[in-house]
């Protein structure tokens, strides 16, 4: 079981970039998939989260009415549409996925992690 976020880079604030998170080794509509992020020195919280079917999304306060996470099952990938970036979007962006149906915003709940991507947001 592997997953591979990429798709990170630097932006100008209010641009836009678009997050993917490959899953091989399984079938990744079997799973919910979160998005997560840590920025410097600060703790890892949840971005948005996605369930299995894809009939529910969750999304943080912080990026709501801006981020849109999807899945396509026929890629096994799942994407995290981030638009009007700002500079507190800057962190390490990582992938998970739990083997259960129901997505959740809780690091705690996800046991597999692809390795992060970086986001950097200018001012």
């Known amino acids: 079981v592997q997953l591979q976020a990429f798709g990170g880079g630097l932006v100008q604030a209010g641009g836009s970039l678009r997050l993917s998170c490959a899953a091989s080794g399984f079938t990744s509509d079997h799973y919910a998939i979160g998005w997560f992020r840590q920025a410097p020195g600060k703790e890892r919280e949840g971005v948005s989260c996605i369930s299995s079917s894809g009939g529910s999304t969750y999304y943080a306060r912080s990026v709501k009415g801006r981020f849109t996470i999807s899945r396509d099952s026929a890629k096994n990938t799942v994407y995290l549409q981030m638009n009007s970036l700002k500079p507190e979007d800057t962190g390490v962006y990582s992938c998970?996925?739990?083997?259960?149906?129901?997505?959740?915003?809780?690091?705690?709940?996800?046991?597999?992690w692809g390795q992060g991507t970086l986001v950097t947001v200018s001012s």
């Open positions: 998970a996925g739990k083997v259960k149906p129901v997505a959740t915003m809780l690091g705690a709940d996800y046991a597999y």
